[in-house]
Protein backbone atom coordinates (compact mmCIF):
# COMPACT_ATOMS: atom_id res chain seq x y z
CA UNK A 1 0.00 0.00 0.00
CA UNK A 2 1.37 2.95 -0.81
CA UNK A 3 -0.95 5.63 0.72
CA UNK A 4 -0.56 6.27 4.78
CA UNK A 5 -1.80 3.23 6.98
CA UNK A 6 -4.98 5.16 8.40
CA UNK A 7 -7.37 2.85 10.24
CA UNK A 8 -10.81 3.68 12.13
CA UNK A 9 -13.09 2.88 15.02
CA UNK A 10 -16.46 3.68 13.66
CA UNK A 11 -18.84 2.32 16.13
CA UNK A 12 -22.59 3.74 16.49
CA UNK A 13 -24.08 5.59 19.66
CA UNK A 14 -27.13 3.43 19.81
CA UNK A 15 -26.21 1.22 22.78
CA UNK A 16 -23.68 0.00 25.00
CA UNK A 17 -20.84 -1.98 23.32
CA UNK A 18 -20.85 -6.16 23.96
CA UNK A 19 -17.91 -8.41 23.51
CA UNK A 20 -18.43 -8.60 19.81
CA UNK A 21 -17.93 -5.16 19.46
CA UNK A 22 -14.81 -4.76 21.94
CA UNK A 23 -13.37 -7.70 19.66
CA UNK A 24 -13.63 -5.92 16.97
CA UNK A 25 -12.16 -2.85 18.07
CA UNK A 26 -9.69 -4.36 19.27
CA UNK A 27 -8.52 -5.83 16.33
CA UNK A 28 -8.83 -3.14 14.78
CA UNK A 29 -6.60 -1.29 16.75
CA UNK A 30 -3.82 -4.06 16.56
CA UNK A 31 -3.98 -3.96 13.11
CA UNK A 32 -3.74 -0.11 12.75
CA UNK A 33 -0.75 0.28 15.29
CA UNK A 34 1.05 -3.18 14.01
CA UNK A 35 1.66 -1.44 10.65
CA UNK A 36 2.83 1.99 12.37
CA UNK A 37 -1.00 3.42 10.94
CA UNK A 38 -3.38 6.78 12.09
CA UNK A 39 -6.73 5.73 14.03
CA UNK A 40 -9.42 7.88 13.42
CA UNK A 41 -12.64 7.60 15.80
CA UNK A 42 -15.62 8.31 13.84
CA UNK A 43 -18.93 8.58 15.47
CA UNK A 44 -21.68 6.99 13.30
CA UNK A 45 -24.44 8.72 14.97
CA UNK A 46 -26.81 9.34 11.61
CA UNK A 47 -29.84 8.07 12.79
CA UNK A 48 -31.13 10.77 16.07
CA UNK A 49 -34.02 8.24 16.64
CA UNK A 50 -31.76 5.60 17.48
CA UNK A 51 -28.53 7.64 18.96
CA UNK A 52 -27.47 9.49 21.78
CA UNK A 53 -25.15 11.39 23.14
CA UNK A 54 -24.40 9.75 26.30
CA UNK A 55 -23.94 6.15 24.49
CA UNK A 56 -21.62 8.23 22.39
CA UNK A 57 -19.42 9.56 25.63
CA UNK A 58 -20.05 5.95 27.16
CA UNK A 59 -18.21 4.61 23.76
CA UNK A 60 -15.45 6.73 24.21
CA UNK A 61 -15.09 6.22 27.89
CA UNK A 62 -15.26 2.00 26.84
CA UNK A 63 -12.29 2.21 24.52
CA UNK A 64 -10.01 4.42 27.04
CA UNK A 65 -10.48 2.24 29.74
CA UNK A 66 -9.70 -0.92 27.45
CA UNK A 67 -6.50 0.83 26.49
CA UNK A 68 -7.05 1.74 22.76
CA UNK A 69 -6.11 5.03 21.72
CA UNK A 70 -6.90 7.20 18.60
CA UNK A 71 -4.97 9.89 17.04
CA UNK A 72 -7.76 12.12 16.11
CA UNK A 73 -11.54 12.14 15.85
CA UNK A 74 -14.15 11.86 18.23
CA UNK A 75 -14.98 14.40 20.09
CA UNK A 76 -14.15 16.80 17.62
CA UNK A 77 -17.44 17.44 15.73
CA UNK A 78 -15.97 17.17 12.65
CA UNK A 79 -16.10 13.48 13.23
CA UNK A 80 -19.19 12.57 14.25
CA UNK A 81 -21.63 11.96 10.76
CA UNK A 82 -24.29 14.28 12.59
CA UNK A 83 -22.82 16.99 11.93
CA UNK A 84 -21.20 16.35 8.28
CA UNK A 85 -24.71 16.50 6.41
CA UNK A 86 -23.74 18.79 4.41
CA UNK A 87 -20.98 16.34 2.86
CA UNK A 88 -23.38 13.54 1.98
CA UNK A 89 -25.67 15.83 0.24
CA UNK A 90 -23.07 16.53 -2.10
CA UNK A 91 -22.49 13.37 -2.75
CA UNK A 92 -26.25 13.00 -3.25
CA UNK A 93 -26.38 15.82 -5.94
CA UNK A 94 -22.74 14.22 -7.59
CA UNK A 95 -24.98 11.17 -8.14
CA UNK A 96 -27.81 12.47 -8.82
CA UNK A 97 -26.37 14.80 -11.97
CA UNK A 98 -24.82 11.70 -13.01
CA UNK A 99 -28.74 9.93 -13.43
CA UNK A 100 -27.54 7.56 -10.68
CA UNK A 101 -30.63 8.41 -8.14
CA UNK A 102 -34.38 7.75 -8.18
CA UNK A 103 -37.06 8.39 -6.07
CA UNK A 104 -38.50 5.45 -4.14
CA UNK A 105 -42.00 4.64 -2.61
CA UNK A 106 -41.98 0.76 -1.64
CA UNK A 107 -38.58 0.28 0.35
CA UNK A 108 -39.39 -1.79 3.19
CA UNK A 109 -35.67 -0.79 4.94
CA UNK A 110 -36.63 3.01 5.42
CA UNK A 111 -36.17 2.40 9.14
CA UNK A 112 -33.11 0.45 9.23
CA UNK A 113 -31.19 1.99 6.06
CA UNK A 114 -29.44 4.73 8.53
CA UNK A 115 -27.86 2.09 10.37
CA UNK A 116 -25.24 -0.92 9.14
CA UNK A 117 -26.97 -3.73 7.92
CA UNK A 118 -27.47 -6.50 10.33
CA UNK A 119 -27.79 -10.54 8.56
CA UNK A 120 -31.06 -10.76 7.21
CA UNK A 121 -31.43 -6.72 7.03
CA UNK A 122 -29.61 -6.69 3.66
CA UNK A 123 -32.70 -7.76 1.72
CA UNK A 124 -33.27 -6.18 -1.90
CA UNK A 125 -36.93 -5.14 -1.99
CA UNK A 126 -37.16 -7.69 -5.20
CA UNK A 127 -40.62 -6.29 -6.15
CA UNK A 128 -39.75 -2.84 -6.16
CA UNK A 129 -41.44 -0.97 -9.78
CA UNK A 130 -40.03 2.46 -8.82
CA UNK A 131 -37.14 2.38 -11.01
CA UNK A 132 -38.81 1.80 -13.92
CA UNK A 133 -41.93 4.65 -13.83
CA UNK A 134 -42.27 6.74 -16.54
CA UNK A 135 -41.08 10.34 -16.10
CA UNK A 136 -45.22 10.77 -15.46
CA UNK A 137 -45.33 8.36 -13.41
CA UNK A 138 -42.82 9.72 -10.97
CA UNK A 139 -44.04 13.38 -11.46
CA UNK A 140 -47.13 12.32 -10.64
CA UNK A 141 -45.71 10.36 -6.83
CA UNK A 142 -43.42 13.38 -6.27
CA UNK A 143 -46.67 15.71 -6.02
CA UNK A 144 -48.29 13.78 -3.58
CA UNK A 145 -47.86 13.70 -0.31
CA UNK A 146 -45.92 10.79 0.78
CA UNK A 147 -42.19 11.51 0.58
CA UNK A 148 -40.03 9.01 -1.10
CA UNK A 149 -36.92 7.63 0.11
CA UNK A 150 -34.16 7.81 -2.46
CA UNK A 151 -32.13 4.94 -4.42
CA UNK A 152 -28.72 4.63 -6.43
CA UNK A 153 -28.75 2.87 -9.63
CA UNK A 154 -26.14 -0.24 -9.35
CA UNK A 155 -25.15 -1.46 -12.41
CA UNK A 156 -24.89 -5.25 -13.50
CA UNK A 157 -21.45 -5.26 -12.52
CA UNK A 158 -19.22 -7.90 -10.53
CA UNK A 159 -17.63 -6.08 -7.73
CA UNK A 160 -14.65 -8.16 -6.29
CA UNK A 161 -12.89 -6.77 -3.33
CA UNK A 162 -9.86 -8.79 -1.97
CA UNK A 163 -10.40 -9.39 1.99
CA UNK A 164 -7.93 -8.94 4.48
CA UNK A 165 -9.05 -12.26 6.41
CA UNK A 166 -11.62 -14.14 4.01
CA UNK A 167 -9.90 -13.20 0.43
CA UNK A 168 -11.47 -12.81 -2.46
CA UNK A 169 -15.63 -11.64 -2.42
CA UNK A 170 -17.20 -10.88 -5.58
CA UNK A 171 -20.51 -9.55 -5.67
CA UNK A 172 -22.76 -8.75 -8.86
CA UNK A 173 -24.39 -5.24 -7.88
CA UNK A 174 -27.55 -5.61 -9.62
CA UNK A 175 -28.51 -9.03 -9.62
CA UNK A 176 -27.13 -10.00 -6.01
CA UNK A 177 -27.27 -6.33 -3.80
CA UNK A 178 -29.86 -4.49 -6.05
CA UNK A 179 -30.68 -0.75 -5.82
CA UNK A 180 -30.13 0.62 -2.35
CA UNK A 181 -31.49 3.76 -0.29
CA UNK A 182 -29.10 6.41 0.41
CA UNK A 183 -31.52 8.85 1.51
CA UNK A 184 -34.63 7.92 3.93
CA UNK A 185 -37.73 9.88 3.38
CA UNK A 186 -37.19 11.52 6.41
CA UNK A 187 -34.09 12.70 4.74
CA UNK A 188 -31.61 11.43 7.07
CA UNK A 189 -28.65 9.85 4.61
CA UNK A 190 -28.03 6.10 4.60
CA UNK A 191 -25.37 4.46 6.67
CA UNK A 192 -23.61 2.97 2.90
CA UNK A 193 -23.71 6.49 1.35
CA UNK A 194 -22.17 8.18 4.95
CA UNK A 195 -19.64 5.22 5.45
CA UNK A 196 -18.18 5.83 2.16
CA UNK A 197 -17.93 9.45 1.91
CA UNK A 198 -16.78 9.44 5.40
CA UNK A 199 -13.93 6.45 4.64
CA UNK A 200 -13.32 8.39 1.40
CA UNK A 201 -12.83 12.00 2.91
CA UNK A 202 -10.89 10.55 5.80
CA UNK A 203 -8.29 9.09 3.82
CA UNK A 204 -8.96 5.71 5.52
CA UNK A 205 -6.72 2.86 3.85
CA UNK A 206 -8.14 -0.05 6.01
CA UNK A 207 -10.98 -0.95 7.14
CA UNK A 208 -11.55 -3.88 9.90
CA UNK A 209 -15.16 -4.89 10.74
CA UNK A 210 -17.34 -7.71 11.55
CA UNK A 211 -17.79 -10.21 8.95
CA UNK A 212 -21.56 -9.21 9.06
CA UNK A 213 -20.94 -6.28 6.70
CA UNK A 214 -18.66 -7.96 4.05
CA UNK A 215 -21.87 -8.13 1.93
CA UNK A 216 -21.42 -4.29 2.19
CA UNK A 217 -17.74 -3.83 0.73
CA UNK A 218 -18.44 -4.79 -3.10
CA UNK A 219 -21.35 -1.68 -2.73
CA UNK A 220 -19.02 0.89 -0.43
CA UNK A 221 -16.08 -0.24 -2.82
CA UNK A 222 -18.14 0.96 -6.00
CA UNK A 223 -19.74 3.87 -4.25
CA UNK A 224 -16.50 5.22 -3.09
CA UNK A 225 -15.18 4.62 -7.11
CA UNK A 226 -18.32 6.72 -8.50
CA UNK A 227 -17.69 9.54 -6.62
CA UNK A 228 -14.57 9.53 -7.41
CA UNK A 229 -12.19 8.15 -4.29
CA UNK A 230 -10.28 5.27 -3.83
CA UNK A 231 -11.50 2.38 -1.77
CA UNK A 232 -9.79 0.92 1.20
CA UNK A 233 -8.86 -2.44 2.13
CA UNK A 234 -11.39 -3.78 4.23
CA UNK A 235 -10.39 -6.79 6.52
CA UNK A 236 -13.56 -8.45 8.28
CA UNK A 237 -13.59 -10.65 11.48
CA UNK A 238 -15.51 -13.38 12.82
CA UNK A 239 -18.71 -12.74 15.08
CA UNK A 240 -19.01 -13.87 18.42
CA UNK A 241 -22.08 -15.86 19.33
CA UNK A 242 -23.65 -16.83 22.91
CA UNK A 243 -23.34 -20.18 24.29
CA UNK A 244 -27.17 -19.99 25.21
CA UNK A 245 -28.59 -19.46 21.89
CA UNK A 246 -25.69 -19.24 19.65
CA UNK A 247 -26.89 -16.17 17.60
CA UNK A 248 -24.39 -13.36 16.72
CA UNK A 249 -23.94 -11.40 20.44
CA UNK A 250 -26.13 -7.94 19.75
CA UNK A 251 -27.61 -4.34 21.68
CA UNK A 252 -30.99 -5.35 20.49
CA UNK A 253 -30.61 -8.94 21.77
CA UNK A 254 -29.92 -7.72 25.42
CA UNK A 255 -25.98 -8.93 25.16
CA UNK A 256 -23.82 -7.93 28.13
CA UNK A 257 -22.60 -4.42 27.85
CA UNK A 258 -19.59 -3.08 28.70
CA UNK A 259 -20.83 -1.09 31.56
CA UNK A 260 -21.12 -4.32 33.08
CA UNK A 261 -18.22 -6.31 32.39
CA UNK A 262 -16.28 -2.95 33.50
CA UNK A 263 -18.01 -3.73 37.10
CA UNK A 264 -17.04 -6.64 36.89
CA UNK A 265 -13.29 -7.44 35.15
CA UNK A 266 -9.83 -5.27 34.90
CA UNK A 267 -9.41 -3.82 31.86
CA UNK A 268 -6.10 -5.93 31.45
CA UNK A 269 -8.49 -9.52 32.18
CA UNK A 270 -11.10 -8.49 29.49
CA UNK A 271 -8.39 -7.64 27.02
CA UNK A 272 -7.21 -10.99 27.63
CA UNK A 273 -9.98 -12.88 27.28
CA UNK A 274 -10.72 -10.88 23.94
CA UNK A 275 -7.11 -12.06 22.85
CA UNK A 276 -8.02 -15.88 23.27
CA UNK A 277 -11.04 -15.72 21.58
CA UNK A 278 -9.27 -13.80 18.80
CA UNK A 279 -7.23 -17.14 18.53
CA UNK A 280 -3.77 -14.74 19.96
CA UNK A 281 -3.34 -16.21 23.02
CA UNK A 282 -3.59 -20.13 24.00
CA UNK A 283 -5.51 -19.06 27.03
CA UNK A 284 -6.78 -15.74 29.00
CA UNK A 285 -4.25 -14.14 30.71
CA UNK A 286 -4.20 -10.10 32.00
CA UNK A 287 -2.57 -8.28 29.26
CA UNK A 288 -2.50 -4.82 27.71
CA UNK A 289 -3.18 -4.29 24.42
CA UNK A 290 0.07 -2.97 23.06
CA UNK A 291 1.34 -6.68 24.46
CA UNK A 292 -0.28 -7.98 21.99
CA UNK A 293 1.41 -6.82 18.76
CA UNK A 294 4.04 -9.12 18.96
CA UNK A 295 1.77 -11.67 18.65
CA UNK A 296 -0.94 -10.41 16.34
CA UNK A 297 -1.39 -12.20 13.19
CA UNK A 298 -4.14 -12.46 10.71
CA UNK A 299 -3.39 -16.21 10.03
CA UNK A 300 -4.05 -16.28 14.02
CA UNK A 301 -7.50 -15.15 14.29
CA UNK A 302 -10.30 -18.02 13.10
CA UNK A 303 -12.34 -17.57 10.22
CA UNK A 304 -15.57 -19.35 11.48
CA UNK A 305 -17.68 -17.52 13.97
CA UNK A 306 -16.05 -17.72 17.85
CA UNK A 307 -18.90 -19.65 19.81
CA UNK A 308 -19.12 -19.21 23.69
CA UNK A 309 -20.26 -22.77 24.14
CA UNK A 310 -16.06 -23.00 23.02
CA UNK A 311 -14.92 -21.22 26.00
CA UNK A 312 -16.68 -22.97 29.30
CA UNK A 313 -14.92 -19.76 31.41
CA UNK A 314 -16.02 -17.13 28.93
CA UNK A 315 -19.63 -17.91 28.92
CA UNK A 316 -20.68 -15.50 31.31
CA UNK A 317 -19.50 -13.15 28.45
CA UNK A 318 -22.36 -12.72 27.06
Not at 254 to 279: I, K, M, W
Not at 286 to 308: H, Q
Request: net charge negative; hydrophobic share 40%.
Amino acid sequence: MDRPYVGRFAPSPSGYMHMGNLLAMLLAWLDCRAHGGRMIFRMEDLDPARTSVDYAQALAEDLQWLGLDWDEGYPDPAYCQSARTDLYADAFRALEDRGLVYPCWCSRAQRLAASAPHPGEAVRDLNCQCSRLTDAQRAARLASDRPPAWKVRVPDETVAVTDGHYGLYAQNLSREGGDFIIRRADGVYAYQLAVSVDDMRMGVTRVVRGRDLLSSAPRQSWLIRALGGTPPEYCHLPLITGDRNGEKLSKRLGSRSTQALRREYDPRVLVGELACLAGLLPAPEPVRPEELLPVFDWARVPTDDISLENFPGLQNLD
